[in-house]
């Protein structure tokens, strides 16, 4: 089992900025990604970052790409979702999500994933 706890989110003026912290715990060491999901309201669960447990590339969604950083802190067992140049439509609930190393396919597709944390709510407002 896994535990996912995020903090950090928040309401902000368009063009401002935010960082999203994921506290992991638990068998860590079964996951192969941790990634952040958003979902607005009437919308689907959007990939937004995925970063390997184990070293390697990020991957993010061009809709977030250049405008977001992924980052994590293995020694503290935390990811964190650094947000800058935020827009209205960046308004949803982040969610910290990771996979088990078992799983396989698209790293930013939500059914890859088998623990979820509670989510935090971003709002841009224009």
């Known amino acids: 089992q896994v535990q996912l706890v995020e903090s950090g989110g928040g309401s902000v003026q368009a063009g401002g900025s935010l960082r999203l912290s994921c506290a992991a715990s638990?068998?860590?060491?079964?996951?192969?990604?941790l990634t952040w999901f958003r979902r607005a309201p009437g919308k689907e669960y959007e990939g937004v970052a995925a970063?390997?447990?184990?070293?390697?590339?990020?991957q993010y969604a061009a809709s977030v790409k250049g405008r977001f950083t992924c980052s994590r802190d293995n020694a503290k067992n935390t990811v964190y979702l650094e947000m800058s140049s935020l827009k209205p439509e960046d308004t949803a609930m982040y969610y910290c999500?990771?996979?088990?190393?078992?799983?396989?396919?698209?790293?930013?597709?939500?059914?890859?994933?088998?623990?979820w944390g509670q989510g935090t709510q971003v709002t841009v407002s224009s």
């Open positions: 999500a990771a996979a088990d190393r078992r799983s396989a396919g698209a790293v930013l597709l939500r059914w890859r994933y088998l623990y």
């Open positions: 638990g068998d860590t060491a079964s996951t192969s990604y």
């Open positions: 970063i390997p447990t184990d070293g390697g590339d990020t």
